[in-house]
């Protein structure tokens, strides 16, 4: 009896030991071999019990702490042999330390040691800013897991991209980091980016931001506790925890220094800030020219025409439709918008139809450029035109090859002369939705326009068992025996497994690192070539691309649109959102929603309310999608009309915008902010996402109601003026509303303390635009005083060098003093200078050259 006893004792404690144990029940690790310097510290991190939740414990970590700004800290949790994924350093570069001391920096870490636990805080406030000692590290080979405790309902804004409320739920929350094509882009769901940061607003104790560099998909869980404890959990199916803390204290702190460290964003060229015009579904060259003639027309400048994928022969990148699209005619186009000084851009996807005769894909095969299956052939899916290969960014050889393409295609004597180009497709997205979806040779989409593509065969098997090829250990590429299909961890992508509409996550990349954990880059790694590629084309010029697909750091290399939304009241509001989220959080300051609605049927005043809107967002593109008709903004008489408006007071405003575009790209400084990166010690203004900062100057507050004429915004405590009227407004802090707000209004404030340069007259092109001279508004601020900037160069080259001015100009209560540097050589003047304040507005008249500096009296 007592041997038996015993032997199901042993049984029950073997089968014990086999089921999961929560992760509050998990041991965590042990630090041990601690070394700490003035700027640094390092220990090893040793496991005290297997846990082993989803996958296999890591037995030995290494911890890294960096203190590598008086605002920045480092906390690099890594395996001990360096063998787990992390991103490599080509595809986003990792921020210089600057070594400062412990002393000198604004957080600080501390650490228990068995087990192992962090906090980081704030020694100013004495403020806990993350916190994980109340539950254990769990680190294992396909599951990586921390959790921060936070203050009861904070303010927490970020873990992009999504449709979901700007300042972030805090009971039940779940954020998913997997990019997805994703139609009419669901609310609660990963959409096309990852951008795996969030900012913490605790009003005036300061804001601080938190950046994971991992790009493996994970599940953020932002909720509380049985007992009420507010937290955040990050779960993640592999990769290390590259933690980077930020300081700010000031939010608008916060958002450069993130930027410091992805990747200040690109600068752009003047003229992509004009209005863009696109269609899926514009069925010839000839209705492509219609569209130009009946803008100029209805007098509603069009800056930038789009070629979606109607150009191009059996949807191949690459290729013009013979018939539809002749190159000759496509070429005549391009050659009259540019006479024109009007611009044109083409769209690529990834995906290259698998085909000997393709001459894209037997160069590319050649250059090994493509994706490779576990037997050595190239990996294949299906894309717009059939079966499709795609390219591997890790190859060498690919952006020899896609540079080569561009360069062919886009010749400007042989080719067609774009002035940018749109990256699209690059989740990347597969038409196969499942993982028993098959291709063949034999099978070629051949779908009519506007129709769902046939249903391929199914995939051959090798295509599922992909192979890890032998390395060596410490190149941090990702551990071998892993389950690179179905990990145990499910994150809760809304489309389903991993590999789900994308490519299979067991494929290697070419430098054995797998699509498992670089998924998340292939976008921003295909907008990276692209930019590379036409940098070769144009090499003096800056170039322009637009990617849908997106991680960290992108904005270095392109500008993004928030995908394929909907026509709707819903979505336009949520265009508002996703620019808050983009452009003050994550350090993407040149984005935009499809103006209008890019799936369903536009209704007019819904259109018209979206054309003004958007004219105050930094980019301005009208696309709808093949199934949808036409809405060019002329096809309406009242969307024509608050177009005209909209255009017109935006390029007036263009210069303003480039200026703020510019700080962008050298200081991380956004765009767009809400507004408490304004007023952060204003309650009323932490929950605001229906209203926006353009620059530093512009408050705009749009009517966001469906079918309404009655607006409700909020205006912080300080001096305001009505752009429209110069009305000046004292508010003590307060809900204003408005009724009766025409369907061509939208209400704009220029916040008091600012001087704003516009040009004093609109332009039908961004090149005319810049042959009109400027008109200075001086809004005074509570104490009389007010300030502003002007940025001026060419607006296209690379690198002005000292062909640019950036000037500051100053009101004392008599004067407008302006100083700076003067480098750009202009016959451009300041026309008048214009004062607002009680009573109305005092006006003198110039010219004031703008080649030195000037004072002007009033």
Known sequence: MALFLILLLLFATTILAQIPRPAAQCSGYRATNIHEDVSYMTADLILIDNCSLHSKDIQNLRLLVEYQTEARLHVLIEDAQKEVYQ?????????????????????????????????????????????????????????????????????????????????????????????????????????????????????????????????????????????????????????????????????????????????????????????????????????????????????????VVWGDIDYMEEKRDFSTDPSRYPLDRVRALVDNLHQNNQHYIQILDPGIRRLDSYGPYTRGAEKRAFLRASDGSFYRGMQWPGEVVWPDWFTPGTQDWWTSEILSFYNRSTGIDVDGLWVDMNEASNMCGDMNCLTSASTIITTAVGKNPHQPPPLPPHHRRQTTPPRKTGHKLGLPDRDLLSPTYPIASHRGPLSAFTLYTNVTNADGSHQYDTHNLYGSMMSAATRRALLTRTPRKRPFVLTRSTFAGVAAHAAHWFGDNASTWDHYRTAIRQLLGAAAVQAMPMVGSDVCGFNGEAEEKMCARWALMAAFQPFYRNHADVSAPDQEFYRWPLVGE???????????????????????????????????????????????????????????????????????????????????????????????????????DIPVHIKGGSIVPMRANSANTTAELR?????????????????GELYLDDGESLDVGDKKSVITMNWNGKAVEASGTFGYDTDVVVERVVVLGDGGSRTQEGPWGLRKAFTLHL
Not at 253 to 258: I, M, R
Request: proline share 6%.
């Open 87 to 303: 991103v490599q350093e080509h595809v986003l570069p990792r921020p210089k330390t600057q070594n400062v001391t412990a002393n000198d920096a604004a957080l600080k870490f501390s650490f228990t040691q068995d087990p192992f636990t962090f906090n980081i805080t704030r020694p100013s406030t004495g403020d806990v800013l993350f916190d994980t000692s109340d539950s254990p590290l769990n680190f294992e080979s396909q599951y990586v897991r921390v959790r921060t405790s936070l203050p009861q309902n904070p303010n927490l804004y970020g873990l992009g991209e999504h449709s979901d409320d700007f300042r972030l739920p805090t009971s039940g929350y779940r954020r998913t980091f997997w990019n997805a094509e994703s139609p009419f882009i669901p609310n609660h769901a990963n959409l096309y980016g990852s951008h795996p940061v969030y900012f913490d607003h605790r009003g005036e104790s300061g804001t601080h931001g938190v950046f994971l560099l991992n790009s493996n998909g994970m599940d953020i869980i932002i909720d509380k506790t049985e007992s009420g404890q507010q937290y955040l959990e990050y779960n993640a199916i592999g990769g290390v925890l590259d933690f980077y803390f930020v300081a700010g204290p000031q939010p608008a702190e916060v958002s450069k220094q993130y930027a410091e460290i992805v990747g200040l964003p690109a600068m752009m060229p003047y003229w992509t800030f004009g209005f863009h015009q696109c269609k899926y579904g514009w069925s010839t060259i000839d209705h492509v020219a219609e569209v130009v003639a009946n803008y100029s027309a209805a007098g509603i400048p069009l800056e």
């Open 642 to 744: 608050a177009a005209r408006k909209a255009v017109g007071v935006r390029y007036r405003l263009l210069d303003y915008l480039y200026t703020a575009m510019w700080r962008a790209s050298e200081q991380g400084r956004a765009v767009v902010s809400p507004l408490w990166f304004g007023y952060p010690g204003d309650e009323a203004t932490w929950g605001v996402q229906t209203q926006w900062f353009l620059g530093e100057a512009l408050l705009v507050s749009p009517v966001v109601d469906d079918d309404s004429q009655t607006v409700r915004y909020y205006l912080p405590k300080d001096v305001w003026y009505d752009f429209w009227t110069g009305e000046k407004v004292v508010s003590a802090g307060e809900m204003k509303r408005v009724e009766g707000v025409a369907w061509t």
């Open 771 to 787: 042959k009109q001279n400027f008109v200075i508004t001086v809004a005074p601020g509570a104490d009389g005083t007010a300030r």
